[in-house]
């Protein structure tokens, strides 16, 4: 996932969202990763009180946004255990760790520690999935998959000691939350790989496995392990996807930013919700005096402060696709700025393929749709046919036709600026 990018000096362009932040000094050296619920109001304190003054100095501010707190969460140890930064590392934030253990049995035990074993004490070793830095959240977490996918628990003691389930349901049995005496083997480790793996932050492929496994169940009749998988997928939904976020919304009507949002996520199957969205246009006559223009949303709004028009410097020809590659090269050279979560393109197909040929080349991967004006069109990429704009919600056709309208205006409104300055006697 590409991370926006800012210096500590420049943080009021960090959205109030959360996210994963990545603090660098001025070697560019990763020196400490954080998570929180809210980006911005977590590192204004960062930069504010000076919390690594004597330490180390804040030089450049990365992040990424993420769905929710979960999500940011999971992210933040796989980031963590891949960089290894020195103040994460040696635990110079002063947080004592969570790590999540496994046993190594037939029945494999999940449980909490702060202390990993590293020497072998009793006759059971475990693996360890970690270090995570909210060690609530991760008990939260695992309450909820309980719910779902029900394993049997230890304590950090216990866990080094064999240890069977009486041959009686216990009380959490009755509660659902407990495989039982004698469950069947093969499909309670298949549980516990689903659980490491969701803990891992692949619960994308959890959820993929989930829906296999439930078609197979259901060509064969088996319609009770389908109920009993759909319900896991369901539970996947309710921890993930609607986390945070209580509100139902309504997928035809669509009331206000936040419901648009999800409902544009759900039809570009994209992770997040769309929030901020820049539309792009392109203004000549000829080829000639040529401007590209760049608006931004920002739920549902158009955010003016921020809108940018660049000169083409091409030979003067009429190329739209040439031009707007060139337009969204320059845009993305700016690392300052802010990634938005949806890129609209003023055209058909041929502009689109030229956007997503522009973005390839810089590993650039954000969602990218084109809206044609003659017969109001939505080209999405993978689908073999566009979308009629009258077919999907009145309030997200109107925000689409919005973001693309005022694209056209603000490139013209720059391309008429330009052509009089150069003809001006």
Known sequence: MARNKTTAKNIQTIPQSPGVYFLKNKQGEIFYIGKSNNLLSRLKTHTSTESFKGIEH????????????????????????????????????????????????????????????????????????????????????????????????????????????????????????????????????????????????????????????????????????????????????????????????????????????????????????????????????????????????????????????FNIRLPQQPNDFLMLREALRRRFAHTEWSYPDLILIDGGKGQLSSALTELRHHNITIPVVSLAKKLEELYIPGHPKPLLLSTIPQQVELLLRYVRDEAHRFAITKHRARHRKIFQP
Not at 74 to 101: C, F, M, S, T, V
Not at 123 to 144: H, Q, W
């Open 58 to 309: 804040i030089h450049t501010i990365e992040w990424i946004k993420t769905a929710n707190e979960i999500e940011a969460l999971l992210r933040e140890r796989e980031y963590i255990q891949h960089y290894k930064p020195r103040l994460n590392a040696d635990l110079k934030d002063g947080k004592q760790y969570l790590y999540i253990g496994i046993t190594k049995e037939d029945y494999p035990r999940i449980y909490t520690t702060h202390q990993p074993r590293t020497q072998k004490r009793g006759s059971v070793t475990s693996e360890y999935i970690g270090p995570f830095t909210d060690a609530g959240a991760i008990r939260r977490v695992l309450k909820m998959l309980r719910h779902s996918f029900p394993y049997y628990t230890a304590t950090a003691k216990q866990s080094a000691f064999p240890r069977k389930h009486s041959a009686i349901p216990c009380p959490y049995c009755h509660l659902n939350l407990c495989p039982g005496p004698a469950p069947n083997k093969t499909e309670y480790r298949r549980t516990v790989t689903a659980i490491k793996n969701i803990m891992m932050g692949k619960n994308k492929h959890v959820r993929r496995n989930l829906e296999k496994q439930m078609r197979s169940a259901s060509q064969k009749n088996d319609f009770e392990t389908a109920a009993k998988i759909r319900d896991q997928l369901s539970g996947l939904n309710t921890i993930f996807i609607h986390h945070r976020n209580a509100q139902t919304w309504n997928k035809k009507n669509p009331r206000d930013h936040t419901e648009m949002g999800l409902y544009l996520s759900h039809l570009l199957k994209t992770e997040l919700p769309i929030q901020t969205i820049e539309g792009y246009d392109i203004s000549n006559i000829q080829g000639t005096e040529s401007v590209a223009s760049m608006v931004r949303f920002e739920n549902g709004k158009p955010h003016k402060a921020l809108y940018r028009s």
